[in-house]
């Protein structure tokens, strides 16, 4: 009696997994947790193999445009020798993401190239590809087992690129995401080389409900494998009321200075 | 002593049980009896240098890494690229390796169409042939990659694995080496050459060649000795005696080192065969003695009693100065030498013990029911040698002038022309893999040998600062023209091919400090920690080099050193280090070893003399023929091209203390007859009946240490050879030179008269 209950249990289980496909809950979290307008600030802390830490300052000014598409800027406030150094990402509808990067000894926006995306992020364990915000139509999503990270029961969702152009564009083999089912927010992703030897773990924490079904984490941490490196940020600020201005993301607006505080 | 070996003969069974007992126990420790193949036990461990060298490990990591070398003329071409990736991914998982640095974890950046793009060298492999060329075009051109990781033709690459250092032991070290090497065969095939070296390989190789070399040099040294003693005592069962002494001073060496924790290393190894071969040599001067009492027609316990009687006091001395001889390497500063000292020192104190107590004891057992020797007259040559020797001294002061002045001179040009010598690869022979290895790869990329420099600054960010930066590159210019440095890497040359991606300008730095931090935040931190802190107040040059000679690399790091010196700015320091550097540096350590041992051996054995025969000449007397060795030895040395190393630093003090042995048999067979004899007759006398002992002992002793000629380590190789040239010349000096000496500084009645040597 109590195997048949067992049985009855995961057969429902999986039926109810199967209610919601892998992609539909990958756009589902995307739908659920995106702003108009969010502007953070933050510290990050770079941590090599010895323990030895190097911490930076930076805020990231993000914008959903009409449509949906985001635009987001990352500026670096300290240590000073970096300070004003600045990343621009523009969404783009059906294709690679552009990304910008700015230079104050140079004064020069500089594009980034499309493969670069597998190089890492000024110093920390984020890729550029990590930067990006998640475009499902370039990966295939695949339910993997549920799991419980703490007290929470997940959704764990595999992807993998697409195609053979999304994999060469991509540093990664697969990636799993761990998705909170209760809230459909991401707590958890694993990333594995083309190899597919996990070479990355990101876990987001110190969750806070911002307004309605909108979460946040004001922790992430990246324990990076392959590196012996991590990364720690801490969310210092938020703001998700002022609106942030069109212009912010263009490139004059940059080059003019008028994005330093 | 005499008492002592008296009471073991009157109690043979007690005696063989106590010492049963003994060797029962003795089985415990040998269970931490390990191999070490440690690079710091080549260090001097009172050299300055080596708390700078490990402050500088502690700041930028190890040097040890595994090294992969890959040659094959179609190198870049999808198949091959895609089975070299391939073979990093498995070799990257293995357990012991921490990382994987090769043509696909370089960042390469470029800036093309406006397009700025910074990514792995060789991310995938190419599809098209076109992308292939372009590929090795770039990386040829690479700036960090060219020789280090690229040969100037793309046909040759190298795969720099770094190692978990939690995982540093030997043991783990030779499981890693057997790693790799089954992961390697994998891709046999794949590759038109694939092969594995560095530090683990290096350590497998060691820990390999000593277990063959024990199971070559023991049974090569057990059978010369049995044959060396059948033909003296013209009896198997007899020549078995001496291993039975041996064997059990091998057992209680072996428990001395596992009870302390002494390793057994590419020198300690050869101590039993050195047991068997030197400790033998006691067995045979008492066998001997109690086979002539045996042919004179004594009974068995008469025969022991007149053998304590006769040698209970030389087997003292000879043993004591055996002893020294050893001890005296035991205050080398180098582990390796001193652990040797020490090991070789309590093999040769225990010998003689066990020696003293055994025998007496096995022969009073047997000579009730075994004859241990035949009764048979020696062999003619012994009646010969003397017959020579006497018409040689009939003229004693040119007989003096031709064989000392001619050691004398030989040894003054042997001294002006040996080199000094201590380096990792010049342990092995040059037709061994590990060299050969090392060879094939310095043919296409940078040697294997490296150092580092080391600039400090007194605050942070400094090395992001561009005129700390312009010092780095302007002393990696110096090294780049000096001709005998292959690389040199650094921070600075990850900056200079940014900057010169990005701007095209011909400066190597961007003028300012915020431009160096906008670069370097182009690069993973994991990519830089070997060349900078994290807080920029350390830099790090790493340099590599095929300079394998101790002498021909130590002057030219001395006129870098200076160069340094004379050049830094005063808001730097800067200085060369390295773990090749620390092993090469040891060399001044084995020149000053080799003195003060040579000179501490040499004073013992004349003051041993001095008080055996309470006469301060007969100390001289003595001491004179064990000298001359030496001078045969350094021009051996340079003659056949033999440098100074730690091995062969040892066979001076050894063969002193061995040679000395024969000298005080025949001196104290001298005094013995000069009571009675002129000293013409007294030496007449004590050289017919102390040649067969002599001779047989040198010459059990050449052929004992050059079994170890055979060893695979060079210097083994070369401190036996050179110990069986310096005992025969010791053997020679016996028979020409003390005789002659004791003719010409002894008169009549000249011997102390008061004195009882027996």
Redesign the interface.
Same mark, same amino acid.
């Given at each position: 009696m109590k195997l048949n209950l067992i049985l009855l249990s995961l057969s429902l289980a999986s039926l109810a997994a199967a209610e919601l496909p892998a992609r539909e809950i990958i756009e589902q979290h995307i739908d659920r947790h995106t702003l108009p307008d969010e502007t953070t600030v933050m510290e990050i802390k770079?941590i &090599?193999?010895k323990g030895?830490?190097?911490t930076q300052h930076l805020r990231r000014l993000r914008k959903t445009e009409a449509g949906g598409l985001i635009r987001s800027l990352v500026v670096y406030d300290a240590?000073a %020798?970096?300070k004003g150094?600045a990343l621009l990402t523009r969404e783009n509808e059906g294709q690679s993401n552009d990304q910008w990067?700015y230079?104050?000894?140079?004064r020069r926006l500089?594009?980034?190239?499309q493969?670069?995306r597998?190089?890492?992020f000024?110093?920390t %364990?984020f890729t550029y590809e990590d930067m990006d915000p998640e475009k499902p139509d370039q990966f295939s999503y695949a339910h993997l087992p549920e799991e419980r990270i703490g007290d929470h029961l997940c959704y764990v969702i595999e992807a993998r690129p697409a195609d053979k152009q999304a994999a060469?564009a991509s540093g990664y083999g697969k990636r799993e995401l761990w998705i909170r089912k209760d809230i459909l927010f991401c707590i958890q992703v694993k990333f594995y &080389?083309?190899?597919e030897?996990l070479i990355k773990t990101r876990t987001h924490s110190d969750l806070v409900n911002l307004e309605g079904e909108v979460w946040r984490a004001n922790r992430s941490f990246v324990d990076?494998l &392959?590196?012996?490196?991590q990364t720690e940020v801490r969310i210092t600020e938020r703001d998700v009321r002022t609106e942030i201005p069109d212009d912010t993301f263009r490139e004059r607006h940059i080059t003019t200075g008028r994005y330093m505080k | 002593m005499q008492k002592l070996m008296y009471w073991f003969s009157r109690h043979p069974r007690r005696t063989l049980v106590t010492i049963g007992i003994l060797s029962l126990l003795a089985l415990i420790p040998l269970r931490n009896v390990r191999i070490e193949t440690s690079v710091k036990s080549m260090m001097d461990q009172h050299d300055p240098a080596r708390q700078f060298y490990q402050e500088t490990r502690d700041l930028f990591g190890t040097e040890a890494i595994a090294l992969i070398y890959i040659e094959d003329r179609d190198l870049f071409s999808f198949r091959k690229l895609d089975a070299l990736q391939s073979l990093i991914f498995d070799l990257e998982g293995l357990v012991g390796i921490e990382s994987a640095i090769s043509l696909f974890t370089l960042t390469d950046i470029t800036l093309s169409d406006d397009l700025l793009d910074a990514r792995p060298l060789l991310d995938l492999p190419p599809t098209t042939q076109e992308e292939a060329d372009r590929l090795r075009t770039r990386a040829t051109q690479h700036p960090i990659a060219r020789r280090l990781f690229v040969s100037q033709e793309g046909d040759a690459t190298a795969i720099h694995l770094r190692l978990d250092m939690h995982n540093g032991h030997d043991d783990q070290m030779i499981a890693l080496a057997e790693r790799i090497e089954d992961t390697l065969s994998a891709y046999a095939g794949a590759f038109e050459r694939l092969d594995q070296t560095g530090r683990p390989y290096i350590i497998e190789r060691q820990s390999a060649y000593i277990a063959r070399d024990q199971k070559v040099m023991l049974p090569l040294a057990v059978g010369v000795l049995l044959i060396m003693l059948t033909f003296m005592l013209s009896s198997f069962k007899g020549a078995t005696l001496p291993l039975l002494t041996s064997g059990v001073s091998i057992l209680w060496t072996l428990a001395f080192m596992g009870l302390f924790h002494i390793p057994v290393t590419v020198l300690s190894f050869m101590v039993p065969s050195l047991i068997i071969v030197i400790g033998s040599t006691e067995d045979i001067h008492l066998l001997a003695e109690y086979h002539e009492g045996r042919i004179r027609g004594m009974a068995p316990k008469a025969a022991i009693h007149r053998m304590i009687q006769r040698l209970a006091v030389a087997v003292t001395f000879t043993a004591v100065t055996t002893l020294l001889g050893f001890a005296s390497i035991a205050t080398s500063t180098i582990p390796l030498l001193k652990q040797f000292g020490w090991v070789a020192s309590f093999g040769l104190f225990v010998n003689p013990l066990i020696t003293i107590s055994l025998l007496p004891a096995v022969l009073a057992l047997l000579s009730d029911r075994s004859v241990l020797m035949k009764k048979n007259k020696p062999h003619r040559i012994f009646f010969i040698i003397p017959s020579i020797v006497s018409r040689l001294r009939r003229r004693p002061r040119l007989l003096l002038a031709a064989t000392c002045l001619p050691c004398l001179a030989f040894g003054i040009y042997g001294f002006m022309q040996v080199e000094a010598d201590n380096n990792i690869i010049g342990y092995f022979k040059p037709d061994s893999p590990i060299v050969k290895r090392a060879d094939r790869l310095t043919e296409k990329l940078a040697g294997v040998e490296s150092f580092c420099i080391r600039l400090d600054a007194d605050h942070e960010g400094a090395f992001k600062e561009p005129e700390n930066l312009s010092y780095a590159l302007r002393l990696q210019d110096y090294m780049e023209q000096s001709g005998w440095i292959d690389r040199s890497i650094s921070l600075t040359d990850y900056l200079r091919h940014i900057h010169q991606a990005l701007t095209g300008s011909a400066e190597p730095l961007p003028e300012s400090r915020n431009g160096v931090a906008e670069y370097l935040l182009l690069l993973h931190q994991s990519e830089i920690e070997p060349y900078a802190t994290p807080d920029f107040r350390h830099l790090n040059i790493i340099v590599r080099h095929n300079v394998r000679s101790s002498k021909k690399l130590m002057p030219r790091i001395g006129e870098l050193q200076q160069f340094i010196d004379r050049t830094c700015p005063p808001r730097l320091t800067a200085a060369v280090t390295g773990e090749g550097i620390l092993v090469n540096r040891a060399v001044y350590t084995i020149i000053s070893g080799q003195v003060r041992s040579i000179f501490i051996i040499a004073c013992f054995a004349a003051l041993l003399l001095s008080i055996l025969f309470k006469s301060f000449r007969f100390g001289i007397i003595g001491l004179i023929p064990n000298l001359l060795p030496i001078g045969i030895q350094f021009g051996m040395m340079a003659l056949l091209d033999i440098p100074l190393n730690v091995a062969t630093s040892m066979a001076a003090a050894v063969c002193i203390g061995l040679a000395v042995d024969d000298t005080i048999h025949l001196l104290i067979r001298f005094k013995s007859r000069h009571a009675e004899l002129p000293p013409e007759e007294a030496v007449e006398s004590a050289l017919r009946h102390m040649v067969k002992p002599i001779v047989t002992t040198s010459v059990s002793l050449s052929l004992g240490f050059l079994v170890m000629r055979f060893s695979l380590f060079k210097p083994i190789g070369d401190f036996a050879l050179l110990s069986a040239i310096m005992l025969t010349t010791a053997l020679l000096a016996d028979l020409l030179v003390t005789p002659t000496l004791l003719t010409v500084f002894t008169q009549p009645g000249a011997t102390p008269e008061k004195s009882r040597i027996p």
């Amino acid at each position: 009696m109590k195997l048949n209950l067992i049985l009855l249990s995961l057969s429902l289980a999986s039926l109810a997994a199967a209610e919601l496909p892998a992609r539909e809950i990958i756009e589902q979290h995307i739908d659920r947790h995106t702003l108009p307008d969010e502007t953070t600030v933050m510290e990050i802390k770079l941590i &090599d193999r010895k323990g030895a830490e190097n911490t930076q300052h930076l805020r990231r000014l993000r914008k959903t445009e009409a449509g949906g598409l985001i635009r987001s800027l990352v500026v670096y406030d300290a240590p000073a %020798d970096i300070k004003g150094i600045a990343l621009l990402t523009r969404e783009n509808e059906g294709q690679s993401n552009d990304q910008w990067l700015y230079f104050p000894s140079r004064r020069r926006l500089q594009r980034i190239a499309q493969g670069r995306r597998s190089g890492y992020f000024m110093g920390t %364990d984020f890729t550029y590809e990590d930067m990006d915000p998640e475009k499902p139509d370039q990966f295939s999503y695949a339910h993997l087992p549920e799991e419980r990270i703490g007290d929470h029961l997940c959704y764990v969702i595999e992807a993998r690129p697409a195609d053979k152009q999304a994999a060469r564009a991509s540093g990664y083999g697969k990636r799993e995401l761990w998705i909170r089912k209760d809230i459909l927010f991401c707590i958890q992703v694993k990333f594995y &080389d083309r190899q597919e030897r996990l070479i990355k773990t990101r876990t987001h924490s110190d969750l806070v409900n911002l307004e309605g079904e909108v979460w946040r984490a004001n922790r992430s941490f990246v324990d990076n494998l &392959d590196k012996s490196h991590q990364t720690e940020v801490r969310i210092t600020e938020r703001d998700v009321r002022t609106e942030i201005p069109d212009d912010t993301f263009r490139e004059r607006h940059i080059t003019t200075g008028r994005y330093m505080k | 002593m005499q008492k002592l070996m008296y009471w073991f003969s009157r109690h043979p069974r007690r005696t063989l049980v106590t010492i049963g007992i003994l060797s029962l126990l003795a089985l415990i420790p040998l269970r931490n009896v390990r191999i070490e193949t440690s690079v710091k036990s080549m260090m001097d461990q009172h050299d300055p240098a080596r708390q700078f060298y490990q402050e500088t490990r502690d700041l930028f990591g190890t040097e040890a890494i595994a090294l992969i070398y890959i040659e094959d003329r179609d190198l870049f071409s999808f198949r091959k690229l895609d089975a070299l990736q391939s073979l990093i991914f498995d070799l990257e998982g293995l357990v012991g390796i921490e990382s994987a640095i090769s043509l696909f974890t370089l960042t390469d950046i470029t800036l093309s169409d406006d397009l700025l793009d910074a990514r792995p060298l060789l991310d995938l492999p190419p599809t098209t042939q076109e992308e292939a060329d372009r590929l090795r075009t770039r990386a040829t051109q690479h700036p960090i990659a060219r020789r280090l990781f690229v040969s100037q033709e793309g046909d040759a690459t190298a795969i720099h694995l770094r190692l978990d250092m939690h995982n540093g032991h030997d043991d783990q070290m030779i499981a890693l080496a057997e790693r790799i090497e089954d992961t390697l065969s994998a891709y046999a095939g794949a590759f038109e050459r694939l092969d594995q070296t560095g530090r683990p390989y290096i350590i497998e190789r060691q820990s390999a060649y000593i277990a063959r070399d024990q199971k070559v040099m023991l049974p090569l040294a057990v059978g010369v000795l049995l044959i060396m003693l059948t033909f003296m005592l013209s009896s198997f069962k007899g020549a078995t005696l001496p291993l039975l002494t041996s064997g059990v001073s091998i057992l209680w060496t072996l428990a001395f080192m596992g009870l302390f924790h002494i390793p057994v290393t590419v020198l300690s190894f050869m101590v039993p065969s050195l047991i068997i071969v030197i400790g033998s040599t006691e067995d045979i001067h008492l066998l001997a003695e109690y086979h002539e009492g045996r042919i004179r027609g004594m009974a068995p316990k008469a025969a022991i009693h007149r053998m304590i009687q006769r040698l209970a006091v030389a087997v003292t001395f000879t043993a004591v100065t055996t002893l020294l001889g050893f001890a005296s390497i035991a205050t080398s500063t180098i582990p390796l030498l001193k652990q040797f000292g020490w090991v070789a020192s309590f093999g040769l104190f225990v010998n003689p013990l066990i020696t003293i107590s055994l025998l007496p004891a096995v022969l009073a057992l047997l000579s009730d029911r075994s004859v241990l020797m035949k009764k048979n007259k020696p062999h003619r040559i012994f009646f010969i040698i003397p017959s020579i020797v006497s018409r040689l001294r009939r003229r004693p002061r040119l007989l003096l002038a031709a064989t000392c002045l001619p050691c004398l001179a030989f040894g003054i040009y042997g001294f002006m022309q040996v080199e000094a010598d201590n380096n990792i690869i010049g342990y092995f022979k040059p037709d061994s893999p590990i060299v050969k290895r090392a060879d094939r790869l310095t043919e296409k990329l940078a040697g294997v040998e490296s150092f580092c420099i080391r600039l400090d600054a007194d605050h942070e960010g400094a090395f992001k600062e561009p005129e700390n930066l312009s010092y780095a590159l302007r002393l990696q210019d110096y090294m780049e023209q000096s001709g005998w440095i292959d690389r040199s890497i650094s921070l600075t040359d990850y900056l200079r091919h940014i900057h010169q991606a990005l701007t095209g300008s011909a400066e190597p730095l961007p003028e300012s400090r915020n431009g160096v931090a906008e670069y370097l935040l182009l690069l993973h931190q994991s990519e830089i920690e070997p060349y900078a802190t994290p807080d920029f107040r350390h830099l790090n040059i790493i340099v590599r080099h095929n300079v394998r000679s101790s002498k021909k690399l130590m002057p030219r790091i001395g006129e870098l050193q200076q160069f340094i010196d004379r050049t830094c700015p005063p808001r730097l320091t800067a200085a060369v280090t390295g773990e090749g550097i620390l092993v090469n540096r040891a060399v001044y350590t084995i020149i000053s070893g080799q003195v003060r041992s040579i000179f501490i051996i040499a004073c013992f054995a004349a003051l041993l003399l001095s008080i055996l025969f309470k006469s301060f000449r007969f100390g001289i007397i003595g001491l004179i023929p064990n000298l001359l060795p030496i001078g045969i030895q350094f021009g051996m040395m340079a003659l056949l091209d033999i440098p100074l190393n730690v091995a062969t630093s040892m066979a001076a003090a050894v063969c002193i203390g061995l040679a000395v042995d024969d000298t005080i048999h025949l001196l104290i067979r001298f005094k013995s007859r000069h009571a009675e004899l002129p000293p013409e007759e007294a030496v007449e006398s004590a050289l017919r009946h102390m040649v067969k002992p002599i001779v047989t002992t040198s010459v059990s002793l050449s052929l004992g240490f050059l079994v170890m000629r055979f060893s695979l380590f060079k210097p083994i190789g070369d401190f036996a050879l050179l110990s069986a040239i310096m005992l025969t010349t010791a053997l020679l000096a016996d028979l020409l030179v003390t005789p002659t000496l004791l003719t010409v500084f002894t008169q009549p009645g000249a011997t102390p008269e008061k004195s009882r040597i027996p």
